[in-house]
C-alpha cells in the first residue's frame, strides 16, 4: 500500500498515513496531531528502489544534485 506524506502548513508538523489507491481517490482527510489543524498539505517524498538481494551499500548521487540527494 502506498504511503501519503502531509504537513501542516500551521505547526509543521509531519505525518504518514498508509491507505490503498481506492481510500484516496475517495478522499484523505487527515487532522494534525500536534495542534488539530484540518487542513494537512500533501507532499510528495522520495522512494526507495532496491532488490531482493539487498542493497550494496552504495549510492547514486549525480553532480548536478542539490543539498539533501546523498545522505
Known amino acids: 500500500m502506498p504511503i501519503y ?3 501542516c502548513p500551521v505547526c509543521k508538523e509531519k505525518i504518514e498515513i498508509i491507505a490503498s489507491i481506492s481510500e484516496k481517490q475517495k478522499g484523505l482527510k487527515p487532522l494534525c496531531p500536534k ?28 553532480p548536478t544534485a542539490g543539498p539533501g540527494c546523498c545522505r
Open 35 to 62: 495542534c488539530g489543524n484540518e487542513k494537512m498539505i500533501q507532499v510528495f517524498s522520495g522512494f526507495a528502489v532496491g532488490s531482493s538481494r539487498g542493497s550494496s551499500g552504495s549510492s547514486f548521487c549525480p
Open 5 to 7: 506524506e502531509f504537513i
